[in-house]
């Protein structure tokens, strides 16, 4: 799917226009928030490579999607987390055992989009029919609207806040983008703006108070060092 070129790590300054549970959080003892938000998207795929929408379809990994779920393993090795969560789609599960998290908790929250009748189509082809159509606009036909997927989010984000520590979830591209746009209290359409790619490591944080996006999209490296 074509996307706005991801920007610099946004913040916000106004809290006003998220639930209560998901705005501005402090753990006990301290003035300031503390616990990360670890995002892994999947493994590639047959329909990710071939950049078909993939939603509740369960596509299992390709070989080279697997291999990028173990290179994770090893970028995340060593790090402790509170919780460790994942989708219920095999995708995405496949992709935490393969990291060396057998034991992640399914979240039905995490799940992808509902694409609808969009489902296993691509953007160009899509376009070929309705050339103004945006998934981040409009949604898909049969499927979920993005104030749906919007609320999904903002349901993890405040089961994430609520975890005591960092949180590693395993998940897919569009529900991660919108949790990260729902994190720092930015419209879910800000989603938009914030690619991602498979079998990436992205991180989101705190700059004292106030939720950031500390880092991106990411695959060389260790991306919480």
Same mark, same amino acid.
């Given at each position: 799917?074509?996307?706005?070129?991801?920007?610099?790590?946004?913040?916000?300054? $106004?809290?006003?226009?998220?639930?209560?549970?998901?705005?501005?959080?402090?753990?006990?003892?301290?003035? #300031? @928030?503390?616990?990360?938000?670890?995002?892994?998207?999947?493994?590639?795929?047959?329909? *990710?490579?071939?950049?078909?929408?993939?939603?509740? *379809?369960?596509?299992?990994?390709?070989? +080279?999607?697997? &291999?990028?779920?173990? /290179?994770?393993?090893?970028?995340?090795?060593?790090? #402790?987390?509170?919780?460790?969560? !994942?989708?219920?789609?095999?995708?995405?599960?496949?992709?935490?055992?393969?990291?060396?998290?057998?034991?992640?908790? =399914?979240?039905?929250?995490?799940? /992808?989009?509902?694409?609808? $009748?969009? &489902?296993?189509?691509?953007?160009?082809?899509?376009?070929? #029919? $309705?050339? +103004?159509? *945006?998934?981040?606009?409009?949604?898909?036909?049969?499927? /979920?609207?993005? #104030? &749906?997927?919007?609320?999904?989010?903002?349901?993890?984000? %405040?089961?994430?806040?609520? %975890?005591?520590?960092?949180?590693l979830v395993f998940a897919h591209a569009h529900i991660l983008r919108?949790?990260?746009?729902?994190?720092?209290?930015?419209?879910?359409?800000?989603?938009?703006?914030?690619?991602?790619? @498979?079998? !990436? =490591?992205?991180?989101?944080?705190?700059?004292? &108070? !106030?939720?950031?996006?500390?880092?991106?999209?990411? !695959? @060389?490296?260790?991306?919480?060092?």
């Open positions: 799917m074509t996307s706005p070129d991801a920007q610099a790590p946004m913040t916000f300054d $106004d809290a006003s226009d998220m639930p209560d549970d998901v705005s501005r959080r402090s753990v006990a003892g301290s003035d #300031e @928030p503390s616990g990360r938000l670890v995002a892994v998207r999947h493994g590639a795929t047959a329909w *990710s490579m071939a950049l078909r929408h993939t939603g509740r *379809s369960d596509i299992p990994l390709e070989p +080279e999607g697997r &291999e990028q779920a173990r /290179e994770v393993g090893r970028r995340l090795a060593g790090h #402790e987390f509170a919780r460790v969560l !994942t989708s219920p789609l095999v995708r995405a599960r496949e992709t935490g055992v393969l990291a060396g998290f057998p034991d992640a908790e =399914i979240c039905d929250d995490l799940r /992808e989009w509902d694409y609808g $009748d969009y &489902e296993g189509r691509t953007t160009t082809d899509i376009r070929s #029919e $309705d050339p +103004e159509w *945006s998934l981040w606009r409009d949604g898909a036909p049969g499927g /979920e609207l993005l #104030e &749906e997927v919007s609320r999904r989010a903002d349901r993890v984000v %405040a089961l994430v806040r609520k %975890a005591g520590g960092d949180v919108v949790i990260a746009a729902r994190w720092i209290a930015r419209p879910a359409s800000d989603g938009a703006r914030l690619v991602l790619n @498979p079998a !990436t =490591i992205s991180v989101l944080g705190w700059e004292r &108070e !106030t939720p950031v996006v500390e880092r991106w999209n990411v !695959t @060389p490296g260790d991306p919480l060092a």
